[in-house]
């Protein structure tokens, strides 16, 4: 026969990992755990993780178009210099690159279309801050894509 302190004990600890489990999938455990004065550590989403990395990928291989078509412009090379620095905030300063832009026409598309998957990676994004960066990244291509046509 069970003893009513393993009944009282048991209904206790399941009642507890009950509340844990409904304060998790609430969202709301974070903030328990800091108002009991512990520090959680977010952890990325997979799939900002997978965003990000597509973005510093694309990012090179505009780096390296402005490379390619850089000549002795001064202008080129000042946009080079800006590409290369949001390069290097998206974590990707040392991605192989291969520029597929022949020419400044070419890579203005490749810009402005690279803008273009950066606005619809803002919708997938989860964290906040990453929309921000996209959302940015986004308006500098369409802003470098319009300047690249006119120099053209």
Do not use: N
């Amino acid at each position: 026969m069970i003893s009513r302190r393993v009944v009282l004990g048991g209904s206790a600890v399941l009642a507890l990992a009950g509340t844990a489990g409904a304060a998790h999938v609430l969202g709301v455990d974070d903030d328990v755990l800091r108002a009991l004065g512990a520090r959680p550590k977010a952890l990325p989403d997979d799939g900002d993780t997978a965003l990000l990395a597509t973005a510093a990928e694309q990012q090179a291989d505009i780096v390296a178009g402005l490379d390619a078509v850089q000549a002795d412009s001064e202008e080129l090379v000042d946009l080079r210099a800006i590409a290369a620095e949001q390069l290097e905030g998206l974590g990707g300063s040392d991605l192989p690159a291969s520029p597929s832009a022949q020419g400044l026409d070419d890579l203005a598309s490749l810009v402005a279309e690279t803008g273009k998957k950066r606005q619809d990676d803002v919708t997938r994004a989860v964290s906040p801050a990453l929309v921000t960066v996209l959302a940015s990244l986004s308006a500098g291509h369409a802003q470098l894509a319009r300047r690249l046509r006119s120099l053209a």
